[in-house]
């Protein structure tokens, strides 16, 4: 019989730092591949890039102390999952961004992907649909 245990930090997603981008690729093999150890982490991206398992660890680590990683302990292995769901965190990375370079205003941002034909004005329209539809199925 092993023991169990889960470590999970919350933190406000507004505050939580970026992953960077060897960070975010062990994040999305975890994503893809729940209950992941580092040894499956690092023969699972062997193929993308080389990592030694020290290496592996150590993001694991940080992935952790930044709020998108847990583990629990299985035995003497540990076992890694995201601590959120992509969408959940995408939606923590645009907060910053809007934040940061918006001031906040969501409007501000999509405005700006309309005038710079990143979104065009159609999208933003079946975007309304599809809020206003869900703010009636909540009703």
Not at 22 to 48: F, K, N
Request: charged fraction near 30%; proline fraction near 3%; aromatic fraction near 6%.
């Amino acid at each position: 019989m092993s023991a169990i245990n889960y470590n999970i930090t919350m933190f406000n997603i507004r505050s939580r730092k970026t992953p960077t981008p060897l960070e975010q690729l062990i994040l999305d093999y975890v994503w893809a591949h729940p209950d992941s150890t580092a040894e499956m982490c690092r023969e699972g991206l062997a193929s993308q890039r080389r990592l030694k398992d020290s290496t592996i660890r150590t993001i694991l680590r940080k992935l952790e102390e930044k709020g998108y990683a847990t583990h629990k302990v299985d035995g003497r292995t540990f076992v890694y999952r995201a601590a959120d769901t992509r969408r959940n965190v995408a939606v923590a990375g645009a907060m910053q961004l809007i934040d940061r370079f918006c001031g906040g205003s969501v409007e501000e941002l999509l405005v700006g992907l309309v005038d710079n034909q990143v979104l065009e004005p159609r999208q933003l329209q079946r975007l309304a649909e599809k809020i206003a539809s869900r703010k009636e199925k909540k009703k």
